[in-house]
Antibody, heavy 119, light 108 residues
Framework: EVQLVQSGAEVKKPGESLKISCKGS????????IGWVRQMPGKGLEWMGI????????RYSPSFQGQVTISADKSISTAYLQWSSLKASDTAMYFC????????????WGQGTLVTVSS | EIVMTQSPATLSAAPGEGATLSCRAS??????LAWYQQKPGQAPRLLIY???TRATGIPARFSGSGSGTEFTLTISSLQSEDFAVYYC??????????FGQGTKLEIK
């Protein structure tokens, strides 16, 4: 069974750093892209960026370029989303999702990680 | 960046009725469009890809149509579990593969 399991909820202060994770299982991790999607409270889905763990090819939405860093460790089948200095506006649910090389839609999703940034 | 616009923002319908949700792209995305369903507290779920192909396990009451800039998701004979938020997403041009803002399908 394909699974994407995300790390647990986080509560942070503005200015702090954070790295959340998404662990894939049940499939060949290096043969699929892993993307990150933001959902702010009560709002819609925003495509943030994506990584191909096989060669670490990474693409960012212009809206998120320079604001976050996406990485992956294929040895442990895990992708990451990180911030160097959080802002209150980063408060949101973050989902990871899988897409195949030749099929650009997201066919499996993680359960989401809630990030709360508050002083 | 391609902008996806969904309408209406909220749709009220009764169980057993049909529902039609629309999605418009700011430029042609060919048939490179997916639909997702999201229920409260859950991750989105893929319903449709290629504008009209149902994903694995999706009931036949869900159908998608359209190409270019105009797309439709139709749900025939609404079931209680269908009341949720629906998002379209284009994957014709990236980054980013943009989502629409969503249509909330609520019980009348």
């Amino acid at each position: 069974e394909v699974q994407l399991v995300q790390s647990g909820a986080e509560v942070k202060k503005p200015g702090e750093s954070l790295k959340i994770s998404c662990k894939g299982s049940g499939y060949s991790f290096t043969n699929y892209w892993i993307g990150w999607v933001r959902q702010m409270p009560g709002k819609g889905l925003e495509w943030m960026g994506i990584i191909y763990p096989g060669d670490s090819d990474t693409r960012y939405s212009p809206s998120f370029q320079g604001q976050v860093t996406i990485s992956a460790d294929k040895s442990i089948s895990t992708a990451y989303l990180q911030w160097s200095s959080l802002k209150a506006s980063d408060t949101a649910m973050y989902f990871c999702a899988r897409r195949a090389i030749s099929t650009p839609w997201y066919d499996n999703w993680g359960q989401g990680t809630l990030v709360t940034v508050s002083s | 960046e391609i902008v996806m616009t969904q309408s209406p923002a909220t749709l009220s319908a009764a169980p057993g009725e049909g529902a039609t949700l629309s999605c418009r792209a700011s430029q042609s995305v060919s048939s490179n469009l997916a639909w997702y369903q999201q229920k409260p507290g859950q991750a989105p779920r893929l319903l449709i890809y290629g504008a009209s192909t149902r994903a694995t396990g999706i009931p036949a009451r869900f159908s998608g149509s359209g190409s270019g800039t105009e797309f439709t998701l139709t749900i025939s004979s609404l079931q209680s579990e269908d009341f949720a938020v629906y998002y379209c997403q284009q994957y014709n041009s990236w980054p980013p593969y943009t989502f629409g803002q969503g249509t909330k399908l609520e019980i009348k």
